[in-house]
């Protein structure tokens, strides 16, 4: 996962500080108490103290199953995971001087990819000459926003890079 920093929970003996904030294995706060005596609590209950919150003065620490809260922890994440949508953004070619069967036909492919919410990047390349046509290559574009109508959002407009018009379309929410 991109952007979450992983930090390592301690455990028992891990712990570094001389005093915690207790919670008790039943959620009621015992208060500041010694780390051995915190310690000691969470063996004699045949459970692991674990710290919650490293960056409280003095840290949080409760008293639990750890191996049942990495459990716990993890069903989340997956399930948080599941729950994820990927976009992808979708490429569809054009050129100058298309038919307008061909051009139907990539329209239909627009409106497929729209339907599974993905972006699409409508590329226009010129060959040759063609380069000279510029305002075709806009006519290009114009008419596959009007063709689309109000099933779209222009993200960026067209805009020409060397021999090659590109704009980002998006599905309307």
């Given at each position: 996962m991109?952007g979450?920093?992983?930090?390592?929970?301690r455990?028992?003996?891990q712990i570094?500080a001389?005093?915690v904030?207790?919670?008790?294995s039943?959620g009621k706060?015992?208060?500041?108490?010694?780390f051995q005596n915190?310690?000691?609590?969470?063996?004699s209950?045949?459970?692991d103290?674990?710290e919650?919150?490293?960056?409280a003065?003095?840290?949080?620490c409760?008293?639990?199953?750890?191996?049942?809260?990495?459990?716990?922890?993890?069903?989340?994440?997956?399930?948080a995971?599941?729950?994820?949508?990927?976009?992808?953004?979708?490429?569809?070619?054009f050129?100058p001087?298309i038919e307008d069967?061909?051009?139907q036909?990539?329209l239909?492919n627009?409106?497929?990819?729209?339907?599974?919410?993905n972006r699409?990047k409508v590329?226009?390349?010129?060959?040759?000459?063609?380069?000279a046509f510029?305002?075709?290559?806009?006519?290009?574009?114009a008419?596959?926003?009007?063709e689309m109508?109000?099933?779209?959002v222009?993200?960026?407009?067209p805009?020409?890079?060397?021999?090659t018009?590109?704009m980002?379309?998006?599905p309307?929410?």
């Amino acid at each position: 996962m991109k952007g979450i920093v992983k930090q390592k929970v301690r455990v028992n003996r891990q712990i570094r500080a001389n005093e915690v904030r207790l919670i008790t294995s039943d959620g009621k706060q015992a208060g500041i108490v010694p780390f051995q005596n915190a310690l000691d609590i969470a063996v004699s209950e045949g459970l692991d103290l674990v710290e919650v919150a490293p960056e409280a003065e003095p840290p949080v620490c409760k008293i639990m199953d750890y191996g049942k809260f990495k459990y716990e922890q993890s069903k989340r994440s997956q399930q948080a995971k599941k729950k994820q949508v990927t976009v992808q953004v979708k490429e569809v070619k054009f050129r100058p001087k298309i038919e307008d069967h061909d051009f139907q036909f990539k329209l239909k492919n627009i409106r497929k990819f729209l339907e599974q919410k993905n972006r699409i990047k409508v590329t226009l390349m010129f060959r040759g000459r063609e380069i000279a046509f510029k305002d075709l290559g806009l006519q290009v574009m114009a008419r596959v926003v009007q063709e689309m109508g109000d099933e779209i959002v222009v993200e960026q407009h067209p805009r020409l890079e060397g021999r090659t018009m590109t704009m980002m379309l998006s599905p309307k929410s």
